[in-house]
């Protein structure tokens, strides 16, 4: 069968982009186990000894950011790319790792299962090909015409080297679940857990939220003490410490009265006789642009004050002066209307920055590029400091892996650039809500436990909440005697000792509001009416009061078991999948030297040879 489809071989006019990619990344890479491919041998790292080939890798790296940014429309920041980078990486060693178990268990697959999958099985990308389509649906008979033909035959070496893969993977996932059956009970034990509900009372002591600081202390022994014994617990990731310059792009006045004037503009154009659908495509900027602006029926006070006051006051179809929001600037025209809802479209018109405010904010913000940006040389940053009358401010400490604080602003990429720059090194031009910033990093402090006299304070905080804790148990014991043997309901004898108390429910036992484990199994296993022991938990002491519950149903239970059982394997395959992946990475030998081979801008200038000028 095989042979049939190769013997009418013209020159390839179909390529399959991303089986030639796979194809790349185990025949190029050295994954594949070929002498190292026909790349350069440098390296982005290994998975068990294979190297993966740098150009490979950066290859799949710049296809996965051409897709994003075509889906997307935009280009994309540090955070994004880096992102990228790390999906791109963890699907290199998937395919090693797996690679590697398969020609382990000695997994393989025939000429003629692959022939058989790519006659009767096409590919999801296949599928959506409007070439193999009649009226919208997939049609085979087309399919296996362009298999037949001379353009089809040429495809064939690339759907082989795909199909071949995903066989061999569905082979390997196919031995590893393959002894996972439900038992009846366990199936109902998993029914009753989804079905089963309970409605609880929860009364919190929360040491820190109930007990004053002034009722303990703590002394220099003890929090030595707590700290030698507790030493992980103040362990940290690596953490930078940056300086900055801003450029602020706080809107004004004079952006407000643009973005009005634009939309002054526009309403005179809709009153001439334009198309409103039109321009709200082409101008508006929220999500109703790509429906013509249509924010379909919309109920009386679902919006904000000023739109929703216009809505239910213009005349039918007009088209309304700009009517301002904290959104922006509105243009509104209601097509129909009750006394509850109207149905209405707009056009809105951000208020951004515009005119000669927007000319300072980028004179200046270009100034700042030109002097301080991306260097290696810190004196920089002081340097434009100067120039720009702008004063030297300090970002909070940030550490791998968070982003970057400025105040209460959250700034995006500067906390990923930051772990691959150099001490001394500054950022590009990193664009945040409020201005435009240029970031230094002064100080790295590796991972590790820092010394008390660095943390001292958050030890002498945990010592004292330990303490908090201890009195907020005593309160929680004396709080259900009240209950138990008392008199006093939960309510009351909790109003007495100043903590609140919640009412949950009903919920089951998947999935539960309740994010603390011991508090759900407790709330299953008492009777209606049952008040539990006190509770000491990680996150708090509590005591539980349980309601009511509710029992799941048998007959349901009968009569969905098939599809039960079937929907339970499917999860349980899914699941034993997940977890074998995870194994399997966790004890692969990788060596990550991408941070060695992609620097930043600033570094790789400085490293770039010196061309000589000649006379």
Do not use: C
């Not at 009358?389 to 970002?395: F, N, S, W, Y």
Request: proline fraction near 5%; charged fraction near 25%; charge should be negative.
């Amino acid at each position: 069968m095989m042979q049939a489809f190769r013997n009418a071989a013209k020159p390839v006019v179909l390529i399959i982009t991303i089986t030639f990619l796979a194809w790349m990344v185990f025949d190029l890479s050295g994954l594949s186990g070929n002498g190292g491919g026909l790349l350069t041998k440098t390296s982005v790292g290994s998975v068990n000894g294979e190297a993966v080939d740098v150009r490979v890798y950066q290859e799949a790296v710049q296809n996965a950011i051409t897709e994003r940014q075509k889906a997307e429309s935009r280009s994309l920041g540090i955070e994004e790319i880096e992102q990228i980078r790390n999906e791109v990486w963890n699907q290199f060693i998937q395919s090693a790792v797996l690679k590697t178990e398969i020609e382990r268990r000695h997994i393989t697959a025939n000429a003629d299962e692959i022939a058989a999958y790519i006659m009767n099985a096409p590919l999801p990308e296949l599928r959506s090909d409007p070439n193999f389509q009649t009226n919208g649906q997939f049609d085979v008979m087309k399919y296996q015409r362009w298999l037949s033909s001379p353009i089809g035959q040429q495809a064939v070496p690339f759907l082989e080297a795909r199909y071949k893969d995903e066989i061999l993977r569905a082979k390997l996932f196919r031995n590893i679940t393959a002894d996972i059956y439900l038992s009846d009970a366990a199936l109902w034990e998993r029914f009753r857990d989804e079905r089963e509900t309970v409605t609880i009372e929860l009364a919190p002591f929360i040491g820190r939220n109930i007990v004053p600081d002034s009722a303990v202390s703590a002394t220099d022994t003890e929090i030595e003490a707590y700290y030698k014994a507790n030493a992980k617990e103040f362990e940290r990731p690596e953490t930078a410490f940056l300086s900055f310059l801003a450029v602020p792009r706080r809107l004004d006045a004079s952006d407000s009265a643009a973005a009005k004037a634009r939309a002054e503009a526009l309403v005179a154009e809709l009153r001439g006789g334009a198309d409103f659908a039109e321009l709200a495509t082409r101008e508006s900027s929220d999500g109703s642009a790509q429906n013509g602006g249509e924010l379909g029926t919309m109920g009386r006070g679902q919006t904000v004050p000023a739109f929703d006051a216009a809505m239910f006051s213009l005349p039918l179809n007009t088209i309304s002066d700009p009517v301002q929001t904290e959104f922006g600037w509105h243009i509104i025209q209601v097509k129909s209307r009750t006394a509850d809802s109207a149905t209405a479209r707009h056009i809105l018109i951000p208020v951004e920055l515009a005119g000669t405010h927007r000319d300072q904010v980028d004179a200046q913000t270009d100034s700042l590029e030109s002097i301080a940006a991306e260097r290696l040389d810190p004196a920089v940053l002081d340097t434009a400091a100067r120039v720009l009358k702008l004063p030297i401010g300090q970002a909070a400490p940030v550490q791998e892996g968070t982003r970057v604080l400025v105040g209460t602003a959250v700034i995006p990429d500067a906390g990923v650039w930051a772990f691959q720059a150099k001490v001394g090194e500054t950022s590009p031009v990193i664009e945040g809500e409020e201005a435009n910033y240029v970031f230094r990093v002064d100080s790295v402090h590796k991972a590790g436990t820092p010394p008390l006299a660095q943390v001292r304070d958050a030890v002498r905080s945990r010592v004292l909440d330990g303490k908090k804790d201890e009195r907020a148990k005593a309160m929680a014991e004396t709080f259900r005697r009240e209950v138990t043997t008392g008199g006093r309901s939960f309510t009351e004898a909790a109003a007495t000792l100043g903590v609140p108390t919640r009412a949950f429910g009903p919920f089951p036992r998947i999935n539960p509001p309740l994010p603390n484990p011991k508090l759900v199994g407790v709330a299953f296993g008492l009777p209606v009416n049952g008040t539990s022991k006190v509770l000491d938990t990680d996150d708090g002491v509590y005591v539980i009061r349980v309601t009511a519950k509710a029992a799941a149903d048998s007959a349901t239970f009968l009569r969905e078991q098939d599809a039960l059982r079937a929907d339970a394997i499917r999860g349980a395959r899914e699941e034993r999948v997940r977890l074998f992946l995870q194994a399997l990475q966790k004890a692969a030998v990788i060596k990550d030297e991408r941070a060695e081979v992609f620097k930043t801008a600033a570094q790789l200038e400085a490293e770039a040879p010196v061309v000589p000028v000649t006379q």
